[in-house]
């Protein structure tokens, strides 16, 4: 591993919004110091990004510094796109232009798994399951709905913890009775796709969806949330059912013994639909493998900023 940088500046690249954060050792380790944002919709290249991080957070190049860089697309050979934007950016460019050799691009639900171990990760809040895990140094996942839906897994490797990034969102979403199945027929119409995603059922826009499915009053994401998430309603009811039975699939396909964080945007302003028993009922559906799902603590990220403080871990965490 490289030496220790004097300060870390990290970035979470989402479809809405880029936010940055400078992060500066102390005594007792590492802390967030200073926050910024930039409307993600505006960043184009290397260039566009480093002179928003830059007025962002009111910094300029300097000797040690570190890039953690988490954004919501694919990461391959050093490259990243943003899946719902136009940003794509390399890490050697991005060091080049800064100025460093320490540059890391990760994707965002990556940098969100790094974050379960972080601070943060340690202050989220109790959803269902055990307060404490039975395997404390079993495999971790996490989840999260905001402007798409990310999934990912952190598991020890060697000594080390590894981030595996997944595409989970993009799988076809499981719909049972015929409730659902209408509201599925409403989506390909809507879309003119044969089939339904995770992500287009629990992102924003398949929760603006949903309730103008069951209301027919059309609202931005922002507005179903602050109208119909904050009580008990029929969009809150059904889609805190979609949430829990994705939960379920997740824990059942990453095996995440020691927990799950939920994370994003949708749960963050709206915990009401994780205390749901509409949730916990779908989390907890009926089967073979319910006893092994009810064994893993399952919690909520509530720090906004959990996506910089993953970014900061992967760095500080790299083989």
């Given at each position: 591993m490289s030496a220790v940088p004097q300060r870390i500046l990290a970035a979470d690249v989402g479809g809405t919004n880029c936010r940055f954060g400078l992060f500066l050792p102390d005594a007792v380790g590492w802390q967030l110091v200073a926050v910024g944002s930039h409307a993600?919709?505006?960043?184009?290249?290397?260039?566009d990004f480093l002179a928003a991080l830059a007025v962002g957070l009111d910094v300029h190049p300097q000797n040690g510094d570190a890039l953690a860089v988490a954004l919501a697309g694919p990461v391959a050979n050093g490259t990243a796109c943003l899946t719902n934007g136009r940003l794509r950016i390399s890490a050697q460019k991005l060091g080049r232009?800064?100025?460093?050799?320490s540059c890391l691009l990760l994707n965002d639900f990556a940098a969100q798994a790094h974050a379960c171990h972080s601070p943060v990760g340690e202050r989220a809040s109790y959803v269902a399951g055990p307060q404490s895990p039975g395997d404390k140094d079993g495999g971790r996942a996490v989840l999260g709905a905001g402007t798409g839906l990310g999934a990912a897994q952190l598991v020890r490797v060697s000594g080390c913890w590894q981030a595996l990034a997944s595409e989970f969102g993009h799988t076809d979403f499981a719909f049972v009775g015929q409730e659902e199945q209408s509201f599925a027929d409403f989506l390909c119409a809507r879309s003119g796709l044969p089939f339904v995603s995770v992500e287009a059922v629990l992102g924003g826009q398949g929760l603006?969806?949903?309730?103008?499915f069951l209301s027919g009053e059309r609202l931005s994401p922002p507005e179903v949330g602050a109208n119909a998430l904050s009580h008990d309603s029929p969009t809150l009811?059904?889609?805190a059912r979609f949430y829990g039975r994705t939960c379920r699939h997740w824990i059942l396909s990453s095996?995440?013994?020691?927990g799950l964080w939920i994370t994003g945007g949708i749960a963050q302003a709206n915990p009401h639909c994780l205390y749901s028993s509409?949730?916990?009922d779908a989390l907890l559906t009926p089967g073979p493998m319910q006893s092994l799902v009810a064994t893993v603590p399952v919690r909520l990220l509530q720090d906004p900023h959990s996506g910089l403080w993953g970014a900061a871990w992967a760095f500080l965490n790299r083989a």
């Open positions: 993600s919709s505006m960043l184009y290249q290397e260039q232009i800064w100025g460093t050799s603006a969806h949903l309730h103008e009811r059904l889609y095996l995440c013994q020691c509409s949730f916990h």
